[in-house]
């Protein structure tokens, strides 16, 4: 059943590409989904079995590399962890799957999209399933892969185009830290299997390693290799600039990709290797500042943006930041239960904006759109949804998890946990500010877009709705039922042995014991957030306008991301495309050709010409030369007679 | 005194030079034109030739008091030549006939030279050796001035005759020379004297030396090797291109037989000496085959310096001087042989309108309007440059091989940059074949004989690769014949 769930999109994927153009655009879509929904069905399956029915369990499909004394399977490893990520995937999978066969309608090639989405999900599955490093970095690449392909789907656009490949460049950043990483561990511990390694870490939480001919702690500098491969794939600060630009991709790519599961791989992989990160305190405090860090800036930039779609990536880095921290200060449960119902609500809110778009035929820019809630009440009441649950608002997914992140970063009782604890709080504040200003700007207000388009204006079909609707219970209940197994104080029994926790980090525990004004807080700032929200954009809608005048190099700096492109730009781009040219046009150009096959080519038709001038025509010039030649070989013989 | 044992090794030489003299009597006194049915009846000849020479066995024989020496290397090399003359004969044919300029005496001219060519292969004395010589030499003479109403023959023929004089000289001095300071022109008394076994032994002196140099220097210009070479591309342009196409197989194969037995007889044991001077003029022609060809625009031309470059890799062999180079030797030239015919009967069909032409641009766009043409002649071209798996590539990979078994790694080495530089000349042939436009097509039909012969050397050359044995083995029994103390 396991290797079903896995190979059932690969299936799908392979039928839908290879066989695609015969069977047509219908029968795609239909396998693709009826495959998908089958390996959801049995993902729902699995994690009865497992992670209620504690049956962790591991199938050995084949061998893939015997080396020396390196041994890597192909394996589906499922313990609880797995077990929720499998919901997540095949399910957001599934319903992303579903709203495609109605977004995409219009597409001229809808089997390679679909195609595309299946080989991404068998790429997450393997990548979730996986019980050792390498296979692991075989779904990590492929989930990147079908990533590029899927945001440069509409290659015919430049843009398009363009940010595929950033997505790829930043991310083989990443992926670069993450294969030393592997380099690593397989160094330390001499396996890439989580088995050896867990079962080996707490021996060598005081091993060192030589590094540019300094002694580092060995795990510590594993570790950070490997966070810096989730900082790339889940677009942590620093390594996030290629997720706004993923947005050229289509609206349900950035649902399933860039919103629920691609991104959180990081997340998912440094919360798999949990019982390494537990022996490195510095680890986990970088972990914890670059979380926090990337929740505030993409918050701030989220406030800015007036592109519906990239609004929602803003939210989406900064979320995945929080993420890190609650990794940072050992809550990994929080981690990945946030992890969950972001998966759930997020997906709604790109879907949803997905519908609004489609709806406003193919407006992104939220100032030019405005009362439309009349008209699309569905697609409205549903986006009110995933933004309640997004701002944490009592009882809704987000609610559970986000307070519990930031309850357990302020029970850890570390300067970085209580900095985390307190730009997470105003990182709500904002997220609540620029959730209410998508909403009022898109549905409330009057109309700001033109006649036509709002003439046309319309409620999207069943077959997009109804995954909505799907995604929608998960926003509103999946925090409430999640919140005791994935992190109440019984947790453990749900978890088992696929998180590690060590005594020395209880703040998880400690959570739940935290002063009652410390779990207020983040209600009270979401509140404030809509509140300031409604003030800005229905009560005193020049405010906004004015405080941007007033303060206009904050809102630039704001609007221009931090200039985070600009300075790469600057300091990556340019530099590498001089040196490209400059390798090119007079390294390989001038030198490499010059001297080389040019050169040569153009001596020897200068020495061929010389030669065949020789050849005169005259016959006395002919019998000069033989007469020559025996009188220079006599002469050679005289001088060199022994 | 002459016995009758003596004329039995003779027995090919003699049977051509009576069926020389009956085809002149037939020639002269049949009244109608006689060009065809004595052409058919030399090439007839050259086939019983054939099964005579190949009668003769594995065993070596002398006669004429040692002047004359039959044995499997003369075998082997009088083998080629009467294919390479035949095939040679049977494409000039209808050329004459088209031309207009068929007379009886140009089956017979060829007949003497390739009798001269026989006579020089078997040769074991050096008064032997220029008998030999000057009968192919002088056939040939004529038969470069064949067209005698066209200025650019007639020019060819002159100038390769006054050379090829000069050249005679240079031999027969040299020849003299040797008999001065050996008292011998036997090439077994020589090598006896060389190798020591004479009461007293002469030692290789200043006078044998410049001896060496001027019988090698005569040799070569028959090679057309550098710096002797020069006649070459003139005479190969010039001359009618049946005969160009004669030349540039048949003489070559017996001229470079020759300087292989005598290298390898009479100065086996100055192999020191001679090595220096071969691998100069080994370098030397590779070199100007190489890189003159760049250049050249007519086909002719082109063949010829073509013909000098492989020359110098035929030396390369020589120049290691072991079983394995002659060996390699004899692979290369049987290659040679087919890979030239099979070129010059390509040439020999560019026609236009009736009219040969010779240019290489008039090759362009051939894949469209002969596409079996220039399949046939792309094959070539590849196998002339060398490129594996053509029978081409592995003639040189012999010599080369033998040059680095004989320690002789510079001279391997630049043979193959040079190898590189020519094919640069032989692929732009096939680019002009198959990448550019077509200009006018040549006329069709091509001909039984010319489509036979592009046929049979293509298929040679292709299997070749697959069936190397008959040619190698044969090759080598050939070339240890040469060494009898290695046996």
């Known amino acids: 059943m396991i290797t079903a769930t896995v190979f059932l999109p690969l299936l799908g994927a392979v039928v839908a590409g290879l066989f695609g153009r015969f069977i047509g655009d219908r029968a795609a879509q239909i396998v693709t989904c009826t495959l998908l929904i089958a390996s959801a069905v049995m993902a729902g399956l699995i994690f009865q079995k497992v992670a209620l029915g504690g049956e962790a369990q591991t199938v050995v499909i084949a061998e893939w590399i015997r080396s020396g004394t390196m041994a890597v399977n192909w394996s589906l490893k499922v313990d609880t962890l797995t077990a929720v990520m499998l919901i997540v995937v095949t399910w957001v999978s599934a319903a992303v799957h579903v709203y495609s066969v109605g977004y995409m309608s219009h597409d001229p090639s809808i089997w390679r999209f679909q195609s595309y989405l299946s080989l991404f999900t068998f790429a997450m599955l393997m990548l979730v399933t996986s019980d050792n490093l390498v296979q692991m970095f075989f779904g990590w690449e492929g989930v990147g892969v079908a990533s590029y392909l899927l945001i440069g789907f509409w290659y015919e656009k430049p843009s398009a185009s363009a940010a595929a490949i950033k997505a790829f460049v930043v991310n083989r950043v990443g992926d670069f830290g993450f294969a030393l990483g592997i380099f690593g561990v397989y160094v330390l511990f001499g396996s890439v299997g989580f088995d050896a390694i867990f079962a080996a870490a707490p021996d060598k939480a005081a091993a060192s390693i030589n590094f540019f001919g300094v002694e580092w702690h060995a795990i510590t500098i594993c570790c950070l290799l490997l966070f810096v491969g989730a900082m790339g794939k889940s677009a942590q600060l620093g390594l996030h600039t290629w997720l706004p630009d993923a947005m050229e991709g289509p609206t349900p790519v950035s649902a399933l990709i860039h919103a629920a599961t691609m991104v959180t791989a990081g997340v998912f992989m440094v919360a798999r290797m949990s019982p390494l990160f537990e022996f490195s305190d510095t680890a986990l405090t970088v972990v914890t500042v670059v979380g926090a860090a990337t929740a505030i800036f993409a918050a701030t930039v989220g406030c800015v943006q007036n592109d519906i779609k990239r609004v929602i990536a803003y939210s989406t880095c900064s979320q995945l930041g929080y993420m890190f921290f609650a990794i940072g200060v050992s809550a990994y449960q929080a981690a990945i239960f946030h992890l969950m119902t972001h998966a759930f609500f997020k997906a709604l809110l790109f879907l949803g904006a997905g519908s609004v778009i489609h709806a406003m035929s193919d407006e992104q820019d939220i100032r030019r759109m405005g009362g439309i809630w009349k008209h699309v009440k569905v697609t409205w009441v549903l986006m009110w949804i995933g933004s309640l649950a997004l701002a944490g608002i009592p009882f809704f997914a987000g609610y559970y998890s986000k307070d519990t992140i930031l309850e357990a970063a302020w029970a850890s009782h570390t300067l970085a946990g209580q900095g985390a604890y307190w730009l997470g709080c105003t990182a709500a504040f904002l997220t609540a500010f620029y959730s209410w200003r998508l909403l009022l700007l898109t549905f409330h207000g009057r109309p700001r877009a033109d006649e036509h388009v709002m003439a046309h204006v319309h409620e999207s079909p069943a077959v997009m709705l109804i995954p909505l609707l799907f995604l929608a219970g998960g926003a509103l209940f999946a925090g409430w039922a999640g919140y005791e197994a994935f992190v109440g104080h019984h947790n453990q029994d749900f978890w088992r042995s696929s998180i590690l926790v060590t005594a020395a980090h209880p703040s998880l525990e400690n959570a739940h014991h935290v002063p009652s004004w410390v779990a207020l807080l983040p209600t009270v700032v979401a509140v404030s957030g809509i509140a300031l929200a409604y003030l800005f954009y229905v009560f005193a809608p020049g405010l906004p306008v004015a405080l941007a005048n007033t303060f206009k190099g904050v809102h630039q700096f704001l609007l221009n991301k931090w200039y985070f492109d600009e300075l790469y730009d600057w300091l990556f781009v340019k530099p590498a495309f001089k040196l490209g040219r400059g390798l090119w046009q007079g390294g390989d150009g001038a030198l490499i050709d010059g001297v080389g096959p040019d050169g040569v080519a153009a001596a020897t038709r200068v020495v061929a010409q010389k030669v065949a001038r020789m050849q005169s025509g005259y016959l006395y010039h002919y019998a000069y030369a033989m007469l020559i030649g025996v009188a220079a070989f006599v002469t050679w013989y005289i001088f060199n007679a022994r | ?487």
């Not at chain 2, 220029?130 to 067209?147: I, K, R």
């Not at chain 2, 043979?415 to 094919?423: D, E, F, P, R, T």
């Open chain 2, 1 to 487: 005194m002459i016995q009758t044992s003596d004329l039995v090794p003779v027995l090919p030489e003699i049977f051509i030079a009576l069926a020389g003299l009956a085809l002149l009597m037939l020639g002269v006194f049949r009244k109608e034109d006689s060009t065809k049915s004595v052409s058919v009846l030399v090439i007839l000849a050259f086939g019983a030739a054939m099964v005579l020479v190949s009668s003769l066995g594995a065993e070596r024989l002398t006669a004429f008091n040692g002047l004359f020496v039959a044995d499997r290397f003369a075998g082997f090399a009088k083998g080629l030549v009467l294919v390479a003359s035949a095939i040679a004969l049977a494409m000039s044919l209808p050329y004459l006939e088209r031309e207009k300029i068929g007379r009886f005496e140009y089956p017979v001219l060829v007949l003497f030279a390739t009798l001269g060519m026989m006579m020089m292969i078997s040769a074991n004395d050096f008064i032997a050796l220029y008998l030999g010589l000057e009968l192919q030499s002088l056939s040939l003479y004529v038969l470069a001035a064949y067209n005698r109403d066209n200025a650019k023959a007639t020019e060819a023929g002159l100038k390769y005759f006054v050379l090829g004089s000069l050249a005679s000289g240079l031999l027969l001095y040299g020849i003299s020379l040797l008999y001065g300071f050996a008292g011998t022109t036997s090439f077994e008394g020589l090598a006896n004297l060389f190798a020591g076994g004479h009461e007293h032994p002469v030692k290789p002196n200043m006078g044998v030396i410049a001896g060496l140099v001027f019988v090698l220097a005569g040799l070569s210009f028959k090679v057309s090797a550098v710096p002797f070479h020069m006649w070459a591309p003139d005479v190969y342009e010039g001359a009618p291109t049946p005969v160009t196409s004669f030349f540039a197989v048949a003489p070559k194969i017996a001229a470079l037989c020759l300087l292989t037995r005598v290298m390898t007889g009479p100065f086996a044991d100055l192999v020191e000496q001679w090595r220096q001077v071969v691998t100069f003029i080994a370098i030397g022609s590779m070199f100007v085959g190489a890189f003159a060809a760049v250049v050249q625009t007519n086909i002719k031309r082109l063949m010829a310096y073509s013909s000098i470059g492989h020359v110098g890799f035929v030396l390369v062999g020589i120049a290691a001087g072991s079983t394995l180079g002659i060996q390699g030797v004899l692979i290369y030239l049987a290659i040679y042989l087919f890979m030239n015919v099979g070129v010059f009967a390509v040439v020999l069909s560019m026609r236009q309108k009736g009219r040969l032409v010779e240019g290489i641009d008039d090759l362009a766009g051939l894949s469209k309007t002969h596409p079996m043409m220039a399949f046939v002649m792309a094959v070539l071209m590849f196998s002339m440059a060398g490129v594996p798996p053509l029978a081409g590539f592995w003639g040189k990979f012999y010599v080369f091989m033998a040059a680095v078994e004989a320690g002789q790694f510079t001279l391997a080495i630049i043979g193959l940059l040079s190898s590189v530089v020519s094919a640069y000349y032989y692929l732009r042939i096939i680019k002009v074949m198959y990448f550019d436009e077509p200009v006018e097509a040549f006329d069709k039909p091509v001909g039984a004989s010319m489509s036979l012969v592009m046929a049979v050397s293509t298929i040679v050359i292709l299997a070749f690769t697959l069936i190397p044995a008959p040619l190698v083995t044969s090759a080598k029994a050939a070339a240890q014949v040469l060494f009898p103390a290695a046996g």
